[in-house]
């Protein structure tokens, strides 16, 4: 079996594997022989990926409407390993994002003065095709970016999170500019633990091992990881990997302050339920009324997603025990 692909990814093998020894591992992960191994099969799921959009272009250049086809490339989220995907770190939050617009694109052009988010998607589309702007949207268009102009206001963008696909409740709010990561961590209280699909991973599993042997830079990593905190700040243009937290620094405590304030006008304009609760963060009752709340209605529809299944496997069961048995020929 090919090194760092599954048994299931030996069928569909991308046009290149990558090797554990070429991965250099990022600063936000234990750097031990299992994570290489397990990064290099990410590499590569990556390289399937690209090969998939390859195939999706070369239908469009032979069904001949590529010249006339806009694409828009992203990812959902950032790598899927703690403190990436399903976390508000930069690394969390960071996707790739390309867009051709014939005619209009430059090929090879990188954009790098500008931010934006995926709710900017939809309204930069709608302009692109001349199609009147929806009103109420929390995104706006990109589409003059996308001919080369200039557009104000481009400085941050703010990313949320709320519930995993396993019904796990983590409200989480933060602001990301080009120098500075804000998070808001509602749901941390010091008790509750993050509950996330990346704890299935070799990384997770390395951090913990680590730790539990006595490594004291991976003890805090891992605490930090599974209790958080109710605020972190990061200065990502000197700390992209999010090492040092600076919201207990008083050199900081003005830009603290300067994001919080741009964060609740962000929710505000966007009506986010999370406001009030945001406003009041230091009232622990109140957050955990809310946090009771939300976990009882996660719990909710946990119970009538299994009974649902369950339910329908009766059915199942009852419709192939009532087939009338084929005669033998």
Do not use: C
Not at 39 to 59: H, L
Not at 149 to 172: L, S
Not at 214 to 232: A, C, F, T, V
């Amino acid at each position: 079996m090919t090194p760092g692909l599954n048994k299931e990814d030996q069928s569909n093998a991308p046009s290149r594997i990558f090797k554990p020894e070429e991965i250099v591992i990022p600063a936000f992960l234990p750097q031990t022989d299992k994570v290489r191994l397990e990064m290099a099969a990410y590499y590569s799921t990556v390289r399937r990926a690209d090969d998939s959009i390859g195939n999706v272009i070369q239908a469009l250049k032979d069904s001949g409407v590529y010249d006339e086809t806009i694409i828009v490339f992203l990812s959902d989220h950032g790598i899927p390993e703690p403190f990436g995907k399903t976390t508000n770190y930069y690394n969390g939050s960071h996707t790739p994002l390309t867009v051709r617009w014939p005619g209009r694109t430059k090929a090879g052009s990188v954009d790098n003065d500008h931010m934006i988010g995926s709710v900017d998607i939809f309204p930069s589309v709608l302009e692109i095709l001349g199609i009147e702007q929806e009103k109420g949207l929390d995104g706006r268009s990109f589409a003059s970016i996308l001919k080369g102009e200039k557009q104000g206001a481009r400085d941050y963008v703010v990313t949320m999170y709320e519930e995993n696909v396993g019904g796990n409740r983590q409200p989480t709010r933060s602001i990301i500019t080009k120098e500075y990561g804000y998070i808001y961590n509602l749901w941390s209280d010091g008790e509750r633990k993050f509950a996330s699909a990346t704890k299935g991973t070799l990384a997770y599993k390395e951090m913990a091992r680590l730790a539990a042997e006595g490594d004291i830079h991976w003890q805090k990593r891992l605490n930090m990881y599974n209790h958080r905190q109710s605020e972190e700040l990061y200065n990502y243009h000197v700390d992209p990997h999010a090492l040092k937290d600076l919201s207990k620094n008083p050199e900081y405590a003005e830009k603290i302050k300067e994001l919080r304030a741009t964060l609740a006008k962000s929710m505000e304009h966007t009506g986010d339920p999370l406001l009030k609760l945001f406003k009041e963060r230091d009232n622990e009752s109140l957050i955990q009324d809310h946090l009771a709340k939300v976990d009882a209605e996660s719990n909710t529809r946990k119970r009538n997603a299994v009974y649902s299944r369950s339910g329908k496997a009766k059915d199942d069961k009852k419709k192939k025990a009532k087939s009338p048995k084929q005669k033998k020929k």
